[in-house]
């Protein structure tokens, strides 16, 4: 009696089925039809494989025959489908019957209900994959939002540059036309004072010539040479201080000459200077273009690169004082002279300040600061051209590009 009440338990709380060796179904209790929807007489007679789920993989029926032919118990939580097509989860255990003989008579298999448990296993994983994939989504807009704060930053810092360095170019072009006033009112200045003189040393010069002839009655030649050499000095301080006295006119009317020319005016004019300071000028023309411009202008600019050289010559015990004129054209076909030297160079440290206004390298008594910054306006506005300087064979190297007359 107990026994039979212990087998009605075990039908009645868990989902009980026999088979033959070969899978046909002998046996279902109530739970099984309950849960898989089919009656008894629609699984007797049945190949267990009724209740198989179509996503169970092949490989795990195989793997369950392996075991329980070889009289072994099979535990698993199998995936079946019902007869509605609904699925279902069951925890199984398989094991064999044997005989009297030990050979495989039936299998019994057991199982309980898990499909709520399953679910919910497969709710949480889903609910975990979703909160990855939110979290990996809140990731990369943190990422993206970080990234464009970071490149606003950037934008913000570099607009704030550009205005600074707006402003500082503003600054700067404000002293620039401030120092440009001044330096235009200094000229106008420089320009009335020296005028009366010059006309007093032409007249006193025309005067000693006519002593000098009147008391020798006749014409000294060395003499002649001299007077008209001062003479033509002279005229040429008249026409360089009415040149930059028109500096800034717009009306002033340009000239077309020879880069050859203006570089044998300039040494002309220095020839005594360099004399006395026993430098030597080495003029090599290789090729000769036109150019337009204003030719005193230019002439005084090569007349200040030759002086700064003599000047860096005074501080050098050199014996041997060279200048190097050269004149030649680009392979662009532009107009370029060259005015080199041998007197040491410039210092490296105030290479890109020479052409700044006021800047000197001489003692304040000796140097303005205005010589090259008025000859690099001259190159760049009145030549329409370009002046660099380097350090070059010891010594300092000017190069000016002019674009050349095409004729």
Request: glycine share 4%; proline share 2%.
């Amino acid at each position: 009696m107990k026994l039979e009440q212990y087998q009605q338990a075990i039908e009645s709380s868990n989902i009980i089925s026999k088979t033959d060796v070969n899978g046909i179904i002998t046996f279902v209790n109530d739970e099984f039809c309950k849960i898989s929807g089919y009656t008894q007489d629609e699984l007797i007679g049945q190949n267990h494989n009724i209740v198989r789920h179509p996503d169970v993989p092949a490989s795990t029926f195989k793997q369950l025959w392996q075991t329980i032919l070889q009289k072994k118990t099979y535990k698993s939580t199998v995936k079946n489908r019902a007869k509605d097509g609904s699925t279902f989860y069951v925890n199984t255990t398989v094991f064999p019957i044997l005989d009297e003989q030990g050979e495989i008579e039936e299998f019994i298999a057991i199982r309980y209900d898990v499909t709520e448990s399953v679910r919910l296993s497969e709710a949480l994983i889903a609910k975990d994959e979703e909160l990855e994939d939110l979290n990996a989504t809140l990731e990369k807009r943190v990422q993206e939002q970080t990234k464009a704060l970071v490149e606003l930053n950037q934008t913000l810092e570099e607009r704030v540059k550009e205005e600074v360095e707006k402003n500082r170019e503003k600054d700067r072009f404000l002293f620039q036309q401030s120092r440009l006033a001044s330096m235009g009112e200094m000229i106008a200045n420089i320009a009335h004072q020296w005028r009366q003189p010059l006309s007093e040393l032409t007249i006193t010069l025309y005067q000693m010539k006519k002593v000098y002839t009147k008391q020798d009655n006749n014409k000294d030649e060395a003499f002649e040479q001299s007077y008209m050499h001062a003479k033509k000095i002279i005229s040429k301080m008249s026409e360089t201080i009415e040149d930059f006295r028109n500096f800034f006119s717009p009306e002033r009317q340009s000239d077309l000459f020879t880069l050859s020319s203006v570089a044998q005016e300039a040494i002309d004019i220095m020839h005594g200077t360099l004399e006395r300071n026993g430098v030597y000028i080495d003029l090599c023309i290789k090729n000769d273009v036109k150019i337009q411009g204003y030719f005193n202008e230019f002439s005084q600019v090569l007349i200040n690169l030759m002086n700064n050289s003599i000047d860096a010559f005074s501080l050098s015990k050199l014996k041997k004082k060279l200048i190097y004129i050269e004149i030649d054209t680009s392979m662009q076909g532009d107009a370029i002279i060259r005015i080199c030297d041998n007197a040491g160079g410039i210092e490296a440290g105030i290479l890109d300040k020479i052409f700044e206004p006021y800047f000197t390298t001489k003692h304040a008594s000796s140097g303005t600061g205005l010589g090259l910054y008025m000859s690099k306006m001259i190159v760049n506005n009145s030549m329409k051209g370009l002046i660099i300087a380097e350090n070059k064979n010891n010594g300092a190297c000017f190069t000016i590009t002019i674009p050349a007359v095409k004729e």
